[in-house]
C-alpha cells in the first residue's frame, strides 16, 4: 500500500533548466588542453581535498579565461589569468569539505555534511557505475548535498537531458519505503531508486515531447509520475530498468516500447 511522499526532486530545475554546461570536459591550463579521458567501469579516484580543489579552480577559471581574453583585449595573458583564478576562488571558496571523484568526464562530489559513510559511497559509485554501462551520460557531475538544502521529503534534482544531478544526503540515510512511486521502489533501496529516477531524467528525450506527453495522458505510471511527463517519464524509466525489463507494470512497458528501451543484460 502506498502513502504519498513528496516530489523527488525540485520540479522546477527538472521542467524548465535544460542548460547543459559543456565547460569541463576539456578545461585548459595556460596554453595546453587536457586530454579527454574515457569513462571505465569500476575506476574511480578519489582525489585528495588539494587535489579536488585544484580541479575545482580550474573548471570555474577556464571559461573565464576565455571571456577575458575575447572582452578584455588590453590585459596581458598573466593578468587575465590572475583575474580569472581570483574569481574561481571567491565562488569555489576554502578547500575541503567534501570528497571528489573522477572517471574520465565523470565528476562525483560528496559533501561531508551530507551525512553519507564509506557504506553509502561504495553504493553510490556502484550504482553510477550501473546506469553509465547501461545509458550512458556523456558528462555527468553528480553532487550529494546535505538534505537541510532541499525542501522536506525531496531527494535529489536533475537539469533535464544532461548529467548534471544532485541528491541529498536523506536519500541514502533515511529509513523505511517510498511510497507514491512505482511497485519497484518496495524492493530496492530508497538510495538506488531515487538515483534511477533521476538517471532516467538524464534520458529526457528534448525532440520527442509530444510522445512523452500522449503518454502521459493515457498511461498511468505512479502517483508522483501523475504530476507532469517529465516524472512519469523518470518514473518508468525507473521500473523498467530496475527489474531489467522484467516489470509487469503496463505503463513502462508502454514506455520502453515508445522509446526503445532495452533490458540489461
Known sequence: MYTYVAPLRSPVLSRYNKVHDKVGKFATT???????????????????????HKAALEKISAP????????????TEEEIQAIAMAGAVELVGEQGGERTFLNGPATIVVQHSAGLDNRHVRNLLSQVDRWQTVAPVEELHLRVSPASRFDPNVYGETRL????????GAAFI?????????????ATSRADYVIAHEWGHTQSPPIA?????QLFHTQKTSYYGG????????E??????????????????????????????
Not at 596554453?31 to 587535489?51: D, I, N, R, T
Not at 504530476?227 to 523518470?234: C, G, M
Open 30 to 52: 595556460p596554453g595546453h588542453a587536457k586530454p579527454y579521458v574515457a569513462y571505465k567501469a569500476g575506476a574511480w579516484k578519489e582525489l585528495s581535498e588539494e587535489e579536488a
Open 64 to 75: 573565464m579565461v576565455k571571456v577575458l581574453r575575447k572582452y578584455q583585449k588590453d590585459k
Open 161 to 168: 537531458s544532461t548529467g548534471d544531478i544532485t541528491l541529498s
Open 174 to 186: 533515511k529509513r523505511g519505503h517510498m511510497g507514491g512511486v512505482m511497485p519497484v521502489a518496495d
Open 209 to 213: 515531447k509530444s510522445k512523452m506527453s
Open 227 to 234: 504530476t507532469h511527463d517529465e516524472e512519469a517519464f523518470a
Open 236 to 265: 518508468a524509466w525507473a521500473e523498467f530498468h530496475l527489474t531489467d525489463g522484467l516489470t509487469d507494470n503496463l505503463a513502462a512497458q508502454k514506455y520502453a516500447k515508445t522509446f526503445g528501451w532495452k533490458a540489461t543484460p
